[in-house]
C-alpha cells in the first residue's frame, strides 16, 4: 500500500459538482479519506488487466435486440405526472435551465 | 400454519383446509406481534393484500385451477416497484413516491395469484451487505435481534426467517439475496442473468442486477422460480429461451455421479472456522450420497472484489443520475435546475449512496478510465474462463456464501473495506451473469448462528442448483431432526 493513489480533497469536490451533489467542508474531508482507503484497494485490478484480455461489459453476448414496433397503450400523461414534484397545464414544472440572456 | 412451507400451505389452500383470506390474516397478525422487534417491512398493503386474497377464494370456490402459488402470501423487496404502492429503494429521495405502474416481476407474481403483503427494507439502494444503510431504519435478525438479517435485501431475508411470511423477492448484484439467506438460515436464488425481467427494478448496476427467490425451502424457491423467471420483450437483456425446469430438479434431488468442484480460494483465510466446519461437512453429505467431489482453482477471483467495487459503482453513478428532483421523487432548494439538483441529491441521497456515486464517477472519468474501469472489465473477463474451465471438470462448484455469520449492528458501519469483504464468495457469480443458490448448511459453533452453503452452476444450468440443494436440504433435515429455523429463538 506505499504507492497508493491520492485523491485531494479539491478532486473530491470536483467529482461531486459534476454528480450533482452538495457537499459540506467535513462531508468532502471525510470522503476523500475514504476514497483514498477503497481506490488503494481497488486499484490492483491494473495488476493482471494485461492488453491482450478483452474487456467484458456485459454477461450475455448481445448486440441490438429489436422488436417490432406495435403501437401499444402506455402511461396516461396523468399517470406519467402522477409523482412530479410540481406540475402546470399537464406538464411538469421545472426550476428554470437556462441562465438569463445577456 | 405459518410456519409451513409454501408448498404445504398450498395444498392446504387446495384442500379447502384455509383460505387465502385466513392465511393472509395470520400473517398480518404474526406481522403486528413481531415486526416491532424484527423491522423487516417498510410499507404494508394491507388492504390491497386482503382484497387480493379474497379475491383468489373466490376464484376457487368457483372451482377455477389456481397456479400453485395463488393466494400465498409474498413479501417483496422495495427495489420493486409496485402500482400505486409507495416504493422508496430505501432512500429518502424516493420517500412518497407511488409508481404509476408494476415492475414485470410484480406481474408475474399477480398473475401467479401470489398475494403482496407489502415492501421489505433494504440496503438504499441495495449498496450493502447489512440493510443498516436503508434511510428509514435498520432491520435485526431473528435469531439475534442485535446482529444484522444481511444485505441488502435483508428485509426479505428477516420476513421469511421471522415467519411473516413464506416467500419474498429479493435482488442479487454482488450477493444481496445469497448473504442475507446464508445469514437467517433461509433459502436464496440468484438466478442466471437474463433470466428474471429487470422492467421496473430500480437500477443499481445494471449488468449485475437481477432478482430472484427468498424462501424458507428449496421446493418453495423454485415453485417461485418458476413463477416470476421468463422472457420479457421490456427488458432487452432478458433471454429469450424456455425457463429451466427448477420445479422438477428440486423434487429430483438425486446428485449420484454428479460432479461437484470446490473453488480453492473461497475458503481459509477470512473464512469464519465455524462456517468452513459446516461447508465441510455438507461435502460429506453429498459425497455420501454418491457425488464426486473434486477440487478446482479459480486464481482471479482475488481480483473480484476491487473489480466488482468498481464495475458497480460505475455503472450505479450513471443509473442514478436519474433522481434529478425534476420529475419525480424529492425536491429540494430553490434557484436554478443544477442548484435544485445538486441540493435535492445532497439531501436525498445516504453516505454510502454518495461514496459509490463519487468513486464511480472518478473511475469513469477521463485519465483513469483505463486504469481503473477498463481494468475492471478485463478481470471480469478473467473471472468469466476461470468459471469456464473449472465447469470443464465439474457439473456445479461450491463454497460458504459468506466467511462469517451475522455480525452486530454497528460493527462494521464505519468501516466500508471490511463491509464489502462479507461478498467475497458471491461476487464473482454476478461478474460472470452465471446463477447460485444459497441453503443452510447449519449453525457454526462459535456463537450457534446460521452459515450458508453456496451452489453455483453455468448460465441456465438453474435447474441443478436446485437439484443439488434440495438433496443437500433433505439430509441436513433427517440429521437436525427439525428445521434449521425451529433452533432459533422464540421471537414473540
Not at chain 2, 417498510?42 to 395463488?70: M, T, V, W
Not at chain 2, 451487505?129 to 434511510?135: G, K, Q, R, V
Not at chain 2, 430553490?334 to 439538483?341: L, T
Request: aromatic share 6%.
Amino acid at each position: 500500500m506505499s504507492d497508493k493513489p491520492s485523491i485531494s480533497r479539491e478532486e473530491v469536490a470536483n467529482l461531486a459538482r459534476l454528480a450533482r451533489i452538495d457537499m459540506s467542508e467535513s462531508e468532502l474531508d471525510h470522503l476523500s479519506s475514504e476514497l483514498d482507503v477503497i481506490l488503494s484497494a481497488v486499484a490492483r485490478v491494473s495488476e493482471v488487466a494485461g492488453d491482450d484480455i478483452p474487456p467484458t461489459s456485459h454477461p450475455l453476448p448481445l448486440l441490438n435486440v429489436f422488436r417490432e414496433d406495435v403501437v401499444k397503450a402506455s402511461l396516461t400523461a396523468e399517470e406519467a405526472l402522477s409523482g412530479a414534484p410540481a406540475k402546470e397545464d399537464g406538464r411538469f414544472k421545472v426550476p428554470q435551465i437556462l441562465g438569463e440572456e445577456a | 400454519m405459518i410456519r409451513k412451507s409454501a408448498h404445504e400451505m398450498s395444498s392446504a389452500l387446495a384442500s379447502g383446509e384455509t383460505t387465502s383470506l385466513e392465511l393472509t390474516k395470520k400473517h398480518f397478525e404474526r406481522i403486528e406481534t413481531v415486526d416491532g422487534k424484527v423491522r423487516a417491512f417498510l410499507h404494508l398493503d394491507k388492504d390491497g393484500a386482503l382484497e387480493s386474497a379474497s379475491k383468489i377464494d373466490e376464484r376457487r370456490k368457483k372451482g377455477e385451477a389456481l397456479p400453485p402459488l395463488a393466494g400465498i402470501p409474498l413479501a417483496l423487496k422495495d427495489v420493486l416497484v409496485q402500482k400505486g404502492v409507495p416504493t422508496t429503494c430505501g432512500s429518502k429521495i424516493l420517500e412518497g413516491w407511488r409508481p404509476p405502474y408494476d415492475a414485470t416481476v410484480v406481474k408475474n407474481l399477480k398473475k401467479n395469484g401470489v398475494i403482496i403483503l407489502g415492501k421489505t427494507n433494504m440496503d438504499e439502494f441495495a449498496m450493502g451487505s447489512s440493510t443498516e444503510n436503508s434511510a428509514f431504519h435498520p432491520t435485526h435478525n431473528p435469531w439475534d435481534l442485535t446482529r444484522i438479517p444481511g444485505g441488502s435485501g435483508g428485509g426479505s431475508s428477516a420476513a421469511i426467517s421471522s415467519f411473516e411470511a413464506p416467500l419474498a423477492i429479493g435482488t442479487d448484484t454482488g450477493g444481496s439475496i445469497r448473504q442475507p439467506a446464508a445469514v437467517t438460515g433461509t433459502v436464496g436464488v440468484k438466478p442466471t442473468y437474463g433470466g428474471v425481467s429487470r422492467y421496473g427494478l430500480i437500477a443499481f448496476s445494471s449488468s449485475l442486477d437481477q432478482a430472484g427467490p427468498c424462501a424458507r425451502t428449496v421446493l418453495d424457491a423454485a415453485l417461485l422460480h418458476e413463477a416470476i423467471a421468463g422472457h420479457d420483450e421490456m427488458d432487452s437483456t432478458s433471454i429469450n429461451a424456455p425457463v429451466p425446469k427448477v420445479v422438477e430438479a428440486a423434487k429430483r434431488a438425486d446428485v449420484k455421479g454428479l460432479r461437484i468442484g470446490v473453488i480453492k480460494e473461497l475458503q481459509g483465510e477470512g473464512y469464519q472456522a465455524g462456517v468452513l466446519e459446516r461447508f465441510q461437512e455438507s461435502l460429506d453429505v453429498l459425497s455420501a450420497l454418491g457425488a464426486e467431489i473434486v477440487e478446482v482453482s479459480c486464481p482471479s477471483f482475488d481480483y473480484a472484489l476491487a473489480a466488482y467495487y468498481l464495475i458497480a459503482p460505475s455503472e450505479c453513478s450513471s443509473n442514478l443520475a436519474r433522481f434529478d428532483a425534476m420529475r419525480y421523487g424529492l425536491r429540494v432548494g430553490e434557484g436554478s435546475a443544477e442548484e435544485v439538483m445538486n441540493a435535492t441529491r445532497e439531501a436525498g441521497f445516504g453516505r454510502e449512496v454518495k461514496r459509490r456515486i463519487i468513486l464511480g464517477t472518478y473511475a469513469l472519468s477521463s485519465g483513469y478510465y483505463d486504469a481503473y474501469y477498463g481494468s475492471a472489465q478485463k478481470v471480469r473477463t478473467l473471472i468469466k474462463n476461470d468459471f469456464e474451465k473449472s465447469f470443464a471438470s465439474a457439473d456445479v462448484l461450491v463454497s460458504p456464501t459468506a466467511p462469517t455469520t451475522a455480525f452486530k449492528i454497528g460493527e462494521k458501519s464505519n468501516d466500508p473495506l471490511a463491509m464489502y469483504l462479507n461478498d467475497i464468495a458471491t461476487i464473482p457469480v454476478n461478474l460472470a451473469g452465471i446463477c447460485a443458490i444459497s441453503i443452510p448448511s447449519g449453525l457454526a459453533k462459535e456463537d450457534s448462528l446460521p452459515a450458508g452453503f453456496q451452489v453455483m452452476a453455468p448460465a441456465m444450468a438453474d435447474d441443478r442448483l436446485y437439484n443439488v440443494g434440495a438433496a443437500l436440504e433433505r439430509e441436513l433435515l433427517a440429521k437436525w431432526g427439525k428445521p434449521l429455523l425451529d433452533f432459533a429463538p422464540e421471537l414473540s
